[in-house]
Nanobody, 120 residues
Framework: QVQLVESGGGLVQGGGSLRLSCAASGTIVSIGLMAWYRQAPGKQRDLVANINRGGNTNYADSVKGRFTISRDNDKNMVYLQMNSLKPEDTAVYYC??????????????WGQGTQVTVSS
């Protein structure tokens, strides 16, 4: 099993910045794709950004140019640097990892989420 724990969420003013961190722990053989998703109240969960082991990234159009996803493979961590935050960024942010925990198959793993609130 792999556990993901997010940290770094909080309340910031519009235009401010936050840096989210996600630490993977447990029985980790390999972690492939990692990502950040977010879900606002009454909305569907949407992909914010993802990153593979080689550092290739994808971003939602709504955050492109403002957010940066990165990872540290040695530490089994993924980060999301969020700049120029807008009230529309307010959501619970979830860490995701596609990982192998010693079995033949790979599985999806999710963190419990961290609240990001951007005031106007």
């Amino acid at each position: 099993q792999v556990q993901l724990v997010e940290s770094g969420g909080g309340l910031v003013q519009g235009g401010g910045s936050l840096r989210l961190s996600c630490a993977a722990s447990g029985t980790i053989v390999s972690i492939g794709l990692m990502a950040w998703y977010r879900q606002a109240p009454g909305k569907q969960r949407d992909l914010v950004a993802n990153i593979n082991r080689g550092g290739n990234t994808n971003y939602a159009d709504s955050v492109k140019g403002r957010f940066t996803i990165s990872r540290d493979n040695d530490k089994n961590m993924v980060y999301l640097q969020m700049n120029s935050l807008k009230p529309e960024d307010t959501a619970v942010y979830y860490c995701y990892a596609y990982a192998n925990s010693g079995s033949v198959r790979w599985y999806d793993y999710w963190g419990q989420g961290t609240q990001v609130t951007v005031s106007s």
